[in-house]
């Protein structure tokens, strides 16, 4: 094996740990919310706001950390923002009032830009067949949101509320020191590039069409990740523990079915599979808001919604590479900012609808709007294939 690539899978490894950790942090506030709104008696929308507000900062400086990436290498950037966290951790342990925490929440939003770190990082160590299985291994680290839902609440129970954060920035210390320790930086091939250089993927209609689909299966990744927990308590009246733990299995479901989805697309192709996919988002919101307050249903609905977005997750990024193969880091970025925003909206949507309407159903229609739209683009506009580099994008 070349030089250049021992190391590699325990870079894999690591990488995904990493994203682990830093997802939890960044996922901190879900499951603890109901606590929250009773300490500061929080509206629906209030309660839905903190929920929300980590996932601006975690998509949209996704774009800047995926081209500091490819410029600087994964390790330096992973560590330095896993170190950043610790400061907004630390902060929101110290707060008592409802918008100290909502400051210190936007800032632990950086947790959410490792996702684009740790896929510009992982990339340049594998080939292009192989691509769709491993990008969908790092992207493990989304059980990150799972974990959170399913141990933070018993932190919260025996430790109480401020040592959650704690806790999270002790854990999160000690895999930064393991990272940097087991890790090293993929040698630069040729001359860095330039900023613009960086962001003329923009120019590409691949990078917005994946963009699109991405905001609709990791955004709905995010979405019931974060606010399954507020949801399964406000319609089912379930405890925080209980909750969480069965948002965790979603989170589990999605994110362990991702690789198999980036597999498939190495195989079959994501056209075929993204129509697929598309189809079954809609059938599964369409189930969510007849059956709202079915439990049994409205299990099986948001399952099968888990298994359709984190296939779908799969087979979007094993495009992203093929956009352009010299960009990697700023496809990533444009593209995961464009998820992470889609985690953003559904929160608040609910929160607004649920405090208009009183229930959620209409939540779940829109849902099921946007999956008809990702469909009917994939059908005319998009082949789910992208089998030539740009001229201007080649790897160098």
Not at 69 to 91: C, Q
Not at 307 to 334: D, E, M, R, S
Request: with cysteine; glycine share 12%; charged share 10%.
């Amino acid at each position: 094996m070349d030089r250049t690539l021992r190391g590699r899978s325990r870079i894999l490894i690591l990488s995904t740990i990493a994203m682990m950790i830093s997802f939890m942090a960044w996922s901190v506030l879900s499951p603890i919310a109901g606590e929250i709104q009773k300490i500061y008696g929080l509206s629906a929308t209030e309660r839905s706001l903190l929920i929300a507000v980590p996932v601006i900062l975690g998509s949209v400086f996704r774009i800047p950390m995926g081209i500091l990436t490819d410029k600087f290498g994964g390790k330096k950037i992973y560590t330095m923002t896993m170190l950043f966290l610790l400061i907004p951790l630390v902060g929101a342990g110290l707060s008592h009032s409802y918008y100290s925490l909502m400051f210190w929440a936007f800032l632990i939003g950086m947790g959410g830009t490792t996702f684009a770190v740790g896929i510009a990082y992982v990339s340049k160590w594998y080939p292009a067949e192989k691509q769709g299985l491993v990008l969908g291994l790092v992207a493990l680290g989304n059980l990150g949101t799972g974990l959170a839902g399913f141990i933070l609440p018993t932190v919260e129970q025996a430790l109480g509320l401020d040592w959650v954060f704690y806790t999270l920035a002790v854990a999160l210390l000690i895999v930064t020191a393991i990272f940097w320790a087991g890790t090293k930086e993929y040698p630069v091939k040729g001359e860095s590039k330039t900023l613009k250089e960086s962001l003329s993927v923009i120019k590409l209609k691949e990078t917005w069409v994946l963009s699109l689909f991405y905001f609709l299966t990791f955004g709905g990744f995010v979405a019931f990740g974060i606010y399954l927990p507020t949801l399964l308590q406000s319609v089912f009246g379930l405890s925080a523990a209980d909750s969480g733990a069965r948002a965790a299995g979603f989170v589990f479901l999605a994110t362990f079915i991702r690789p198999v989805g980036g597999y498939i697309a190495d195989k079959l192709g994501a056209a075929r599979l993204l129509t697929f996919l598309f189809a079954g988002i809609l059938a599964s919101a369409v189930l969510l808001s007849i059956m709202l307050n079915n439990f049994t249903m409205f299990t099986v609905g948001a399952l099968s919604a888990a298994l359709f977005v984190g296939l779908g997750n799969g087979a979007v990024f094993k495009l992203v590479p093929k956009v352009a193969p010299g960009n990697v880091g700023a496809v990533t970025g444009i593209v995961g900012a464009a998820g992470g925003l889609g985690g953003f909206f559904p929160p608040i949507a609910l929160g607004i609808v649920k405090d208009i309407t009183g229930d959620y159903h209409l939540g779940f229609i829109f849902l099921a709007a946007f999956a008809l739209f990702c469909l009917i683009i994939n059908l005319l506009q998009f082949n789910g294939n992208i089998t030539k580099v740009h001229k201007d994008q080649k790897a160098v």
